[in-house]
């Protein structure tokens, strides 16, 4: 079983930054995958950036060259740095875990552990 905390998030102005972090904690049988994603209300969750178990990093289209995800192994944590934030960017923040290599690393589907998510708010 793996438990996952977020932290982080709050609320900010247009073109400003945050920070959302993700605390893994339980038994490591194997490799994970980890990515985060995002939800507004009324929409499916989308997902916005991950790192693959083998360590490739991979973001969504709308968020490239200003999100950054990071991965800390030794304390099993990872961080998702946003920059440039737009209003577009206001949604719940989820990170997710699975093990092994998904077939999609930014669909929701293939994920298991879920964190209790955390929200993002950018005001124009």
């Known amino acids: 079983l793996v438990t996952l905390v977020q932290s982080g998030g709050g609320s900010v102005q247009t073109g400003g930054s945050l920070r959302v972090s993700c605390a893994a904690s339980g038994y490591f049988y194997d490799s994970y995958s980890v990515a985060w994603f995002r939800q507004v209300p009324g929409k499916e969750r989308e997902g916005v950036a991950g790192?693959?178990?083998?360590?490739?990093?991979s973001y969504a289209e709308s968020v490239k060259g200003r999100f950054t995800m990071s991965k800390d192994d030794i304390q099993n944590t990872v961080h998702l740095e946003m920059n440039g934030l737009k209003p577009e960017d206001t949604a719940i923040y989820y990170c997710?875990?699975?093990?092994?290599?998904?077939?999609?690393?930014?669909?929701?589907?293939?994920?298991?552990?879920w964190g209790q998510g955390t929200q993002v708010t950018v005001s124009s």
């Open positions: 997710a875990l699975r093990f092994g290599i998904p077939s999609d690393l930014l669909d929701p589907e293939n994920y298991n552990y």
């Open positions: 790192i693959w178990a083998h360590g490739e990093k």
